[in-house]
């Protein structure tokens, strides 16, 4: 049976559409329980992986929750379920946090921006803003109060929870997070492991970690609500700053969403640009990490040879985009400007260069002996984990889960050449580490196949000045660096997006940082948290 | 060789001139007590720019070259900027502890420094327990650092503290095993009686394999002892910002920094003198001539050779290694360094009875 | 096949500023020397010049990095770059210990209080440097409901270096514009705390200093 015919079986309401890549099912709020465990146990359709979160504002009608969902047993099994929540004076919806962890974080990402209220979710608290902000400002109706709090905020780990009682009214409830005379410690926003402005309360039983909780926001720029009053052409400026580590690549599943959604076709020359120019960002990343990972176990002259040789790669983008970091290369129909003539011959010195230097990393790190004590065994993320928190990229393959984007859904010119996804099985900080290391090694076959054949044809193809893109919503997905990176457009026709939501690569990380360093020592929730490599601003958007 | 001590004895006949004995010997201490100071600085600021230098040569740069030629006057900004650096008191600290913290580390490292005997006859402080007695100022420190993480007030100190001085007072053991090691080959703690019977070929030499053992395991231990990578857990820059002077600014910052650095000094000082024959020139045993030669080097120039070139080895360890974590720290002593300090006590303690050494 | 074939573009001319406008970076030691010209007291004159020398050349900044500038102050720290040419290496990731604060990245509404606080713990006399179009003026942020437009609302800068983020060279040579302006500022009766009222102080440090010379 298929999933169609099962789901309206079951749920007559539901409206079910299908298209070419995936099914939309649209249905209320209170139907919302039953078939969320219905696509989470059934044997037939096990969707367990949950792609993305989105909170919408649908005015008149609303609010709603857009759920993308996948079966990891077969890629061509992708849901996209619509659910609606007619009532906007008291917005409730049950959670679905139980079956999806990776819903922990993102529900509380949909209170915050809509005040939409999860039943059942144990911590419904604001995940970035402050507690005592005011109003939601992903409304459409939202204005901001003026001024700016400049208190300091009081350390508070009371949360609260709502459930129905027997008469089916939402009550709430409030508890602490922590038991009084536990050792509690502040890490961050300030501070030198956490990547940026992360901030963990950690429990502490001597130096073991009892509990973790996560706070986010320090750099939540409201780029989602920026990109709704700007013209397509702007947005695609916001993008290189969120993960900046994976500007092109970010910037390219946006382009994609946009392109795919008007209908425009490229041509090859400019995939394989893109293709080449993403292989590049993604050594760059991960030479970047290899600095930051070495750099937080203590090892500090590493972090100097992996900045050495991302500048070798630094100067190559430079030389083509412009740019350092904030490439601002790719854009709607193709790429800025075409390839430097010097492009293909600094490509391949630096694949000449690279092996050589990835053999001093192995000599100065993955071999030594303290690093292998300090990694291995260390931060275990089981595959359940992995795909329930949605942890992509390197983290989730690290776990056994292959979940490569450039495998499970083709793009750019990823489908023509021949790579390995490297999966392992180990599922610690050292796995992921390894990872990384070959993923460098795979990024340059791609690039040596790729770079003597570009093909000749245009760099740009001509779009209208002002883009409009027809109406209904549209979800694209590329591998960047750190994981499956998505944009979830929707449209209504405008010159600019009517909900724009990005699925963050390192959201999920830090959902299960919890889940992967209970019980592990104070020292390891850095090595941990460095194996995750998450960018902050990638998080808090 | 040039003796030191001829200087000393006729300064002090001259003094001894003019002023009453009692007298004369107090001007004396002061003088020694200033020119110690001096030294200590000297060196701290030595030390530093080696670092600096040294790190940037493993890390692909060059360091410092702007203030001064090569740099040189960096460490002068440096320590100018220090001293006029507001000095910043936590109001829920414990206020005397608090001040007191960074002097008694500093305590504890001038001691130990004095105790090094430089050239022959420039040895400051030298009995018959001088061994015993380094080992025990050296300690000193550790009183200090747990002080400064108690008083803050902080929890991330308070950590830095006790992980301080878990590892410094479980490496205290391994040092000490090593150290003997050394005294029962030599038969004497006195600093000046270990330098000269060396004087025909360095105690590494002399003691073979358990010397050579104990020398290793010295430096694993004597580099934990002064906090310094991959034994850096006390002050871990990305697990616990600055450890236990976290909120130490200052002049009393500068301090914790200078002492640190010295301590690494000092330990390499104190391995160059027990293994490596302190000031005593490279001697080999029948070529007399060779060893003439050796004797022209001045005394305190093979002593800052030989210790400056065990920190270069030290930096060298720490600027290439990951850190480790504390339960493997303690790991690796208990289980690793403290076994085999105590079998290769025994093993020495066989060759000094019947003589199998040099 | 030949890359470059497609479409031979000549050189596109880049406009920026020109380059002799960098070359008077003495401005501010020539405004200094037309003010000095009645002259100072040669003692305390020539010790505020040793002090300002040492202060100026051990500028030892706070690690702190937000978002994307921070990526590129990494830059300023490694290989290529090496500040530790200047004597500005010494990170400390202690607030209490630092110098100046580099405030690399976009600073949100939730994180200028903590800004504010880090600010206030360091040790005086102390220095602020704005990294990058966000810090300066809320940048391509600026319409956004949670960033601060410019961190000058809540600190006193005294180094803007634009850019979006602004390439290494230019940290550099902000960082360098700090030094000078350090090293032209009096140590006594100016910047050093004890000697005036916290308010006082706090009002003298927000002052350009060029006003009280």
């Known amino acids: 049976m298929s999933v169609q015919n099962k789901i309206s079986q079951q749920f007559p309401t539901a409206q079910i559409e299908e298209k070419s890549d995936r099914l939309i099912v649209s249905i209320n709020a209170e139907l919302l329980r039953e078939m969320a465990v219905m696509l989470y146990n059934d044997k037939e359709l096990r969707f367990d992986f949950m792609r993305s979160l989105t909170g919408m504002d649908w005015g008149e009608a609303g609010f709603g929750v857009v759920y993308h969902l996948e079966s990891t047993e077969d890629i061509k099994r992708q849901l996209e379920l619509k659910v609606v929540i007619p009532d906007r004076e008291n917005p409730f919806i049950d959670t679905v946090s139980d079956l999806w962890k990776t819903a922990l974080l993102n529900e509380r990402e949909v209170y915050d921006y809509f005040g939409v209220i999860f039943i059942g979710h144990p911590d419904m608290r604001r995940l970035y803003l402050r507690s005592e902000w005011k109003g939601f400002p992903l409304r459409k109706d939202y204005v901001r109060a003026e001024g700016l709090d400049m208190t300091n905020e009081e350390p508070d780990d009371s949360t609260v929870t709502w459930y129905r009682d027997k008469n089916g009214v939402p009550r709430s409830r409030r508890y602490n997070l922590f038991e009084s005379g536990e050792y509690v410690v502040n890490i961050g926003p300030q501070h030198p492991a956490t990547h940026g402005v992360l901030r963990f309360r950690v429990s502490l039983e001597g130096e073991f970690l009892k509990k973790l909780d996560v706070h986010c926001g320090y750099i939540h720029r409201g780029v989602e609500k920026l990109c709704e009053s700007m013209t397509y052409q702007q947005t695609i400026s916001l993008t290189d700053r969120l993960d900046y580590l994976s500007s092109l690549q970010n910037r390219h599943a946006l382009c994609m969403c946009v392109e795919k959604a008007m209908g425009l076709e490229l041509s090859d020359r400019i995939q394989y640009i893109r293709t080449i120019m993403d292989e590049l960002q993604r050594i760059n990343s991960h030479l970047l990490f290899f600095a930051t990972f070495c750099m937080d176990l203590g090892a500090l002259t590493s972090f100097f040879y992996g900045f050495r040789d991302r500048e070798k790669i630094l100067d190559i983008l430079e030389e083509t985009t412009g740019g350092r970091l904030t490439m601002h290369y790719n854009v709607i129909g193709g790429v800025e400007e075409d390839i430097h003539p010097n492009f293909v011959k600094r490509v391949k010195e630096l694949l000449a260069y690279l092996p050589y230097a990835l053999e001093e990393y192995r000599k100065v790190f993955t071999e030594n002996i303290i690093a292998k004590n300090r990694l291995i065994g260390v931060g275990h993320l089981s595959r359940e984990d992995a795909i329930s928190f949605g942890a992509t990229g390197p983290t989730g393959r690290g776990s056994n889960w292959a979940c490569d984007v450039r495998k499970r859904i083709p793009y750019g010119v990823y489908d023509k050449v021949d790579f390995k996804e490297i999966v392992r099985s180990e599922c610690d900080s050292y796995a992921r580490y390894l990872i990384r290391m070959d993923e460098i090694k795979e990024s340059m076959r791609i690039i040596e196949t790729l770079i003597d054949n570009i093909p000749e044809g245009n760099y740009r193809e001509k779009t209208k000045a002002v883009i409009r893109v027809p109406e209904g919503s549209y979800y694209t997905a590329v591998e960047a660096s750190r994981g499956e990176f998505g944009v979830y457009l929707e449209s209504r026709g405008d010159k600019s997006p009517y909900r724009l939501k990005f699925r963050s690569t390192g959201l999920p990380l830090i959902a299960g940082i919890d889940t992967i360093s209970r019980g592990e020592k104070i020292a390891d929730l850095i090595a941990i948290g460095a194996s995750l490599d998450y960018v902050v601003p990638d998080i808090d958007r | 060789m040039f003796d030191f001590s001829i200087v000393t004895s006729s300064i002090h006949a001259w003094l001894s001139e003019y002023l009453s004995q009692g007298l004369a010997i107090f001007v004396e201490c002061v003088a020694v007590g200033i020119g110690i100071l001096a030294l200590y600085a000297i060196i701290a600021i030595i030390m530093i720019y080696m670092e600096r230098k040294v790190c940037a040569a493993f890390q692909c740069r060059i360091g410092p070259v702007r203030v001064g030629p090569f740099g040189l006057f960096q460490l002068i900004a440096d320590v100018i900027k220090m001293l006029i650096k507001e000095i910043i008191i936590i109001s829920h600290s414990d206020k005397f502890l608090y001040n007191l913290a960074p002097y008694v580390v500093i305590v504890g490292s001038v001691l130990a420094f004095a105790c090094l005997p430089i050239s022959q006859g420039l040895e400051i402080l030298d009995f018959n327990i001088g061994v015993f007695f380094f080992l025990a100022v050296s300690s000193i420190g550790v009183i200090g650092i747990l002080l400064a993480g108690w008083s803050s007030n902080n929890k991330f100190s308070l950590i830095g503290a006790m992980r301080s001085g878990s590892q410094m007072i479980s490496y205290e053991l391994s040092i000490g095993l090593s150290v003997l090691t050394v005294v029962a080959l030599a038969g004497t703690m006195q600093f000046s009686e270990i330098v000269a019977m060396q004087s025909s070929g360095w105690l590494l030499f002399k003691g073979h394999i358990p010397a050579v053992i104990a020398f290793v395991v010295y430096l694993i231990a004597a580099n934990a002892e002064c906090n310094r990578g991959p034994f850096d857990l006390p002050e871990a820059e990305s697990e616990l910002t600055a450890g236990f002077h976290t909120e130490y600014s200052g002049m009393h910052f500068g301090l914790f920094y200078v002492a640190e650095f010295v301590n690494l000094f000092i330990v390499s000082a104190f391995a160059a003198t027990v293994f490596l024959g302190g000031w005593m020139p490279f001697h080999v045993s029948g070529l007399d001539g060779f060893n003439r030669i050796m004797d022209y080097i001045p005394g305190a120039l093979w002593f800052f050779g030989k210790s400056f070139f065990l920190v270069w080895v030290l930096m060298w360890i720490k600027w290439t290694f990951p850190r480790l974590r504390v339960d493997q720290i303690l790991q690796l002593e208990w289980k690793y360094l403290v076994p085999i300090g105590l079998v290769n006590l025994s093993i020495m303690a066989l060759c000094a009875v019947f003589g199998w050494h040099f | ?213």
């Open chain 3, 1 to 213: 096949m030949e890359v470059g074939k497609t479409k031979k573009k000549e050189l596109v001319k880049i406009k920026s500023i020109p380059y002799k406008d960098f070359k008077n970076n003495d401005y501010l030691e020539e405004m200094v020397r037309e003010l000095h010209e009645n002259g100072v007291n040669v003692v305390v004159g020539a010790l505020d010049e040793a002090i300002n020398w040492g202060r100026g050349n051990s500028l030892w900044p706070l690690t702190f990095a937000t978002s994307c500038c921070g990526i590129e102050f990494m830059s300023v720290g490694a290989a290529r770059y090496d500040m530790a040419r200047f004597g500005l290496e010494v990170a400390r990731a202690s607030p209490r210990q630092a110098d100046f604060i580099m405030v690399a990245g976009t600073i949100t509404d939730k994180m200028a209080p903590v800004l504010k606080r880090l600010y206030d713990q360091m040790a005086d006399p102390k220095y602020v440097i704005a990294v990058g179009g966000c810090t300066i003026s809320g940048g391509p942020f600026k319409h956004s409901y949670h960033v601060v437009k410019g961190i000058d609302q809540i600190l006193p800068v005294d180094v803007f270096i634009p850019g979006c983020p602004p390439r290494p060279e230019a940290m550099l040579y902000g960082m360098m514009q700090l030094q000078r302006k350090v090293k032209l500022q009096r140590f006594f009766g100016d910047v050093n705390k004890k000697e005036v009222s916290e308010k006082e102080y706090e009002e003298r440090m927000k002052r350009d200093m060029t006003a009280n010379s």
